[in-house]
């Protein structure tokens, strides 16, 4: 079977699924990852650079700008549109050197503008290309954080969060290495992954996007040549304080990358604790304890008919691991650098925006998963209600209480290995030397009652 090598990029024809198969569900990042959204947070920086310049009094070669040529600057930001990045791709087929290209393409613009026109060479000025790429890819990550992929995590936080609210009162029994243990409720369980998803979530949040424009290996050399009464430091820092970035001041010809581990590994965190989450579900579905609303049209497997499977927390727990797998190369790659700089990070960074779109179609997919989530009250009191042997617990500790010797082991032999039911429960109970009062509250004891605070720890997450 011969095939068109020549094909048009489109869903059907895309290598990565992000870009093909859901492509749709992650449209909302190629504004900022693909590489229209790289050159085009490139030219703010470049603009907003010799802006600032133009403030500073002791470079008289740069005059303060007048609102016409301000508006012009703004305009070149603001409606920087795909064929703009296209004429700077089509420079870089010349320069081969992407961020060049970006500065050929502004000095056209400039030449456009009487005023502009004068500072053509202050664009990029004392700039290695490093100081406009590491700031761009912190206002990449600050955008992808700030509206897609928080607000992502606050979805799953909250439905996971209202399962908790919603269950907290159902009765169910345990499962420590997959055996019954002591009985627990649906909302408590539900609520121990809200806290943690909300923990990891603030140390996502937490996490301080670095930058520098320190020159080409970070001690400002070619600043301090051409202008030496600047305070160039402060410049800097004010500079890259203005983009809502942390300044670095210790940098070589690139920022570290210290920061992007950090967020990348917070994310990890995030997504493991999710991962967890979906397995977990997977496994109550599995014991009837969820069922799953069916969808009219959709098929399960096909060949078996009845199957509704729980694709979406499947889904999810894969494109976790894909995600999780992107983030650890970049995470353990990006801070290790030769000397004052080498080319590995370049081609590396560029895929900034794969494992967070692999953790965007996971979230959604979980958030899919939870809304077709239907609980079986029935079945999980089925189990919890026919698990009598859960009781020896409260019994052996009420009997340590009043001095009874040997509790656990009393209760050990008469627990282990069989079937425990109400009346040989009872029967222990009934042999015990213990207070009335005591052993009347441990005869009133089932399963399904013996759940400690767990309805209140889930209300109040």
């Known amino acids: 079977m011969e095939m068109d090598s020549e094909l048009e990029l489109m869903e059907l024809t895309a290598i990565s699924p992000l870009d093909g198969r859901y492509g749709n569900k992650v449209k909302q990042l190629r504004t900022i990852f693909s590489e229209f959204g790289l050159i085009r947070y490139r030219v703010l920086i470049e603009v907003r650079w010799i802006q600032k310049l133009s403030q500073l009094s002791g470079v008289e070669e740069v005059p303060s700008f007048s609102a016409g040529a301000m508006s012009v600057l703004e305009d070149m930001v603001t409606n920087f549109g795909v064929l703009d990045a296209a004429s700077v791709k089509k420079r870089e087929r010349i320069t081969n050197h992407d961020v060049k290209a970006v500065e050929y393409v502004l000095k056209e613009k400039f030449c456009a503008h009487p005023e502009l026109s004068k500072v053509l060479e202050f664009i990029h000025f004392a700039c290695t290309s490093e100081d406009i790429n590491n700031l761009a890819h912190a206002l990449m990550l600050q955008k992808a954080l700030q509206s897609i992929v928080l607000p992502a995590m606050d979805r799953i936080v909250e439905a996971i969060q ?41 140390q996502v949040a937490a996490v301080q996007l670095q930058g520098k424009i320190a020159g080409a290996v970070g001690n400002y050399n070619a600043h301090v040549v051409a202008y030496p009464d600047v305070d160039w430091v402060t410049v800097a820092q004010e500079f890259v304080t203005s983009l809502g970035i942390t300044f670095n001041p210790y940098t070589t010809q690139i920022e570290p990358h210290d920061y992007i581990a950090e967020l990348f590994h917070a994310i990890s965190r995030f997504n493991n604790v999710l991962l967890g989450f979906d397995r977990d579900v997977w496994g109550y579905i599995s014991l009837g304890y969820f069922k799953q609303r069916v969808v009219a049209g959709e098929v399960g497997s096909s060949t078996m008919p009845h199957k509704v499977n729980p694709i979406d927390f499947e889904n999810s727990e894969g494109n976790l691991g894909l995600a999780n797998a992107t983030f650890d190369h970049l995470s353990s790659k990006l801070p290790i650098s030769r000397w004052q700089r080498d080319l590995t990070d370049s081609t590396v960074l560029r895929n900034l925006g794969v494992g ?99 309805a209140t720890l889930a209300r109040e997450v």
């Not at 009162?169 to 806290?195: D, I, W």
């Open 356 to 454: 967070l779109g692999h953790s965007i179609l996971a979230y959604e997919s979980t958030l899919k998963g939870i809304s077709k989530l239907q609980v079986d009250e029935g079945r999980i009191f089925e189990d919890v209600a026919g698990s009598w042997e859960v009781l020896a617990e409260p019994v052996q500790t009420v009997m340590r209480r009043y001095g009874v010797e040997e509790p656990y082991e009393k209760l050990k032999a008469v627990t282990r290995d069989r079937k425990v039911t109400k009346e040989i429960m009872h029967q222990v109970v009934e042999g015990l030397d213990l207070p009335e009062d005591a052993k009347s509250r441990l005869f009133e004891l089932v399963p399904q009652s013996y759940i400690g605070l767990a």
């Open 162 to 202: 209202s399962l908790a609210h919603q269950h907290a009162e159902v009765a169910m029994l345990a499962r420590t290495h997959g055996q019954p243990a002591s009985p627990t409720t649906l909302g408590k369980e539900m609520a121990n992954f809200c806290y943690r998803l909300q923990q990891q979530r603030k």
